[in-house]
């Protein structure tokens, strides 16, 4: 069984094409003049905006308007300027799925349910700066529905982005989901079908470029930065904003920043989810775990405040895992 592949997201490839770069050189089937100067000017300037477009091959799609590509800004902006839960998947197979679709979207409904409970303010906006959110409210959530309205949404710019992609390049998808206070206070109670209205729906996608695996230059270059996240269990866009004061911190040969809450014990990286593969200790019962390798892999438990990456899900299905803190001084000893 492929495990990578978990996708109800999956595209014809043959509705699609890449379109070719239109040539430059003199236009065709106009006659040699004075003007001939300035057609070729404007064509080329025609070209250079439409390869502008095309380079940065990126849409936004909010409550069913699609933006500009021009007007749609890299996903750290847009996510920095808007609060919510949010998740990102990216496509595989020159786009025809999505990696751990169904994963995401319920790892994205768990992140709006704990906000709501927990953390409000890192979920709700309102146009009116006047109205605060709620210190606590239950905002019941039905994967099923969320997964409707981000499916509706998928349905509708998935086909466009993939057409216009570059280069047949791979798509990078977040899924960003705010709730609406102007709605949520005009609901005296909330049920599945007011859900639909409180909840804005963002789909954000650019190209990705996958690092080659294997080479030894592409590996993670790691340094200790910070404390742990607030509501590390929850996915919210507010954490972006948030890490841009580790990033100043960040020497340039570094890739991925750890937090730790004591200097000591890692939680996670900024981005990432964190593992170490070391051998067993002398007191391990291989027996009584039916596992023979000599090997495990560790990782910062839940409980202590980390996020429940889908990678980290997958290699704990594979019972390779062991839910323990990892000292960063015993990893250089």
């Not at 992140?111 to 606590?136: D, G, M, Q």
């Not at 309205?149 to 509708?156: A, F, I």
């Amino acid at each position: 069984m492929n495990i990578l592949l978990e996708a109800p997201f999956c595209f014809r490839r043959s509705h699609f094409r890449c379109d070719a770069v239109p040539r430059l050189g003199a236009a065709r089937g106009f006659p040699p003049s004075s003007n001939s100067v300035t057609v070729d000017s404007t064509i080329f300037h025609l070209w250079l905006l439409w390869k502008v477009r095309m380079s940065s091959s990126r849409f936004l799609f909010s409550n069913g308007i699609l933006s500009n590509t021009l007007d749609t800004p890299p996903v750290k902006l847009f996510l920095e300027a808007q609060p919510g839960a949010y998740t990102t998947s990216r496509t595989h197979n020159n786009a025809s799925c999505l990696l751990f679709w169904e994963r995401h979207m319920k790892r994205l409904s768990e992140s709006i349910r704990i906000l709501s409970t927990l953390a409000p303010h890192l979920l709700f906006k309102s146009n009116n700066s006047a109205i605060v959110p709620p210190s606590s409210t239950t905002l019941p959530i039905w994967q099923p529905t969320l997964q409707m309205l981000v499916d509706d949404s998928m349905q509708k710019v998935m086909p466009i982005a993939i057409k216009e992609r570059v280069d047949c390049r791979e798509l990078a998808v977040t899924t960003l989901v705010s709730g609406n206070l102007e709605e949520l206070n005009a609901c005296e109670t909330i049920d599945e079908d007011r859900v639909c209205k409180i909840l804005d729906v963002h789909v954000h996608i650019e190209t990705y470029v996958p690092p080659a695996f294997g080479i030894l230059g592409n590996g993670a270059h790691l340094a200790l930065a910070g404390y742990g996240r607030h509501v590390a269990i929850a996915k919210y866009s507010d954490w972006v904003r948030i890490r841009k004061s580790l990033e100043k911190l960040r020497p340039p040969s570094v890739t991925e920043l750890l937090l730790s809450n004591d200097g000591n014990h890692i939680l996670e990286g900024c981005v990432t989810n964190f593992f170490v593969v070391c051998c067993k200790g002398q007191d391990s019962d291989d027996k009584a775990n039916g596992n023979k390798y000599p090997f495990e892999v560790q990782t910062a438990p839940l409980s202590d405040g980390v996020l429940p990456g889908i990678i980290r899900q997958v290699v704990i299905e594979y019972d390779l895992i062991i839910d323990r803190l990892i000292s960063f001084a015993a990893l250089f000893s």
